[in-house]
């Protein structure tokens, strides 16, 4: 199993990234998938997350309005466009497949992607 994060940088407030999680050994389209961030010293936590058909997505107050997340079944590939983004959204990214409640018995992490964010 493989998640394969991508398109983090450096970007001053107000831009824009757009983040990707190739994934690769398992059924993708089985799997609900997530991002989560992590900033130093804090704890990692849910960004966004999105079911399996891609018809069912929840977002954390702090992005909702600014991050969507999407996904591509036929190219292994999950997405998070960040738009507005703020300093405090500065942190190291991480793409999760599967999570327990909604269908997934098993869960696997990417290595994940520097989002660093100037005022």
């Known amino acids: 199993v493989q998640l394969v994060e991508s398109g983090g940088g450096l970007v001053q407030a107000g831009g824009s990234l757009r983040l990707s999680c190739a994934a690769s050994?398992?059924?993708?389209?089985?799997?609900?998938m997530g991002w989560y961030c992590q900033a130093p010293g804090k704890e990692r936590d849910l960004v966004a997350r999105i079911a399996s058909t891609g018809g069912n997505t929840m977002y954390s107050d702090s992005v909702k309005g600014r991050f969507t997340i999407s996904r591509d079944n036929a190219k292994n590939t999950v997405y998070l466009q960040m738009n507005s983004l703020k300093p405090e959204d500065t942190a190291v990214y991480y793409c999760?497949?599967?999570?327990?409640?909604?269908?997934?018995?098993?869960?696997?992490w990417g290595q994940g992607t520097q989002v660093t964010v100037s005022s």
């Open positions: 999760k497949a599967g999570f327990p409640g909604w269908g997934n018995p098993d869960a696997y």
């Open positions: 050994g398992f059924t993708f389209s089985r799997y609900a």
